[in-house]
Structure formats: structure tokens, C-alpha cells
């Protein structure tokens, strides 16, 4: 499967952005599907991921804010981030995985997209 993410950019601190991530193949939904996070110096962090049977888990740093979910029907994972803070500032990446586990781990996924930036001004 390869992957396409879109939907980053530049916005306020408390606003809103959605990620979206295109997969291609016929076996999207096999896979769980992660999006993981890095900013500038920093290591490459979890941040959500849906199993193949859309069970859910969000890093605690976004819990409350952020919520993925996926449509099979489209082959597409989306990341909707609320309340967004500066911290949230990161070149934010989608993966898929067929592992037994599914997260918190990048090691859990095996094919990755090129990235998005999400930049929050405070």
C-alpha cells in the first residue's frame, strides 16, 4: 500500500485542521493505520492509530483533542485536530501495518507517507 498525506498547514493556536491520508491498493482495510508525529529536533512520536477493526487509541498529549477515524469505502485515515496548541507544531506522518500490534510503536508499521507540516502560531 502506498500512502499520500494531505491536509496540513499553517494555523492559530485553538483552531482546527484535519489530516486526511490516501491509501492505495485493495487491501486498505487490512491494515492498521497510524499517524506519528515529528518536530524539529525532536524524535518521530505517536499520536493515534485505528486498527483494522477501527479500534482506537490517542498518545495522552492529544487525548481529548484529536480523533481518528478511517472510511474504508475510500481507503482514507483521517487525523481531526481540535484545540490545536504550538506544540502541536510537526511534520506529521501516516503509516499502515499488518502487525499483531498496533501501536504506540513506529516499529508496528511498515509502509509510511511522505508527511505533512502542521504549523501552530500562538
Known amino acids: 500500500v502506498q500512502l499520500q498525506a494531505s491536509g496540513g498547514g499553517l494555523v492559530q493556536a485553538g483552531g482546527s485542521l484535519r489530516l486526511s491520508c490516501a491509501a492505495s491498493?485493495?487491501?486498505?482495510?487490512?491494515?492498521?493505520m497510524g499517524w506519528f508525529r515529528q518536530a524539529p529536533g525532536e524524535e518521530r512520536e505517536f499520536v493515534a492509530a485505528?486498527?483494522?477493526?477501527?479500534?482506537?487509541r490517542h498518545a495522552d498529549s492529544v487525548k481529548g483533542r484529536f480523533a481518528i477515524s478511517r472510511d474504508n469505502a475510500k481507503n482514507t485515515v483521517y487525523l481531526q485536530m481540535n484545540s490545536l496548541k504550538s506544540e502541536d507544531t510537526a511534520v506529521y506522518y501516516c503509516?499502515?501495518?499488518?502487525?499483531?500490534?498496533?501501536?504506540?510503536?513506529?516499529?508496528?508499521?511498515?509502509?509510511w507517507g511522505q508527511g505533512t507540516l502542521v504549523t501552530v502560531s500562538s
Open positions: 485505528i486498527s483494522r477493526n477501527s479500534g482506537t
Open positions: 491498493g485493495r487491501t486498505f482495510s487490512t491494515y492498521n
Open positions: 503509516a499502515a501495518g499488518q502487525d499483531r500490534l498496533w501501536y504506540p510503536k513506529a516499529g508496528y508499521y511498515n509502509q
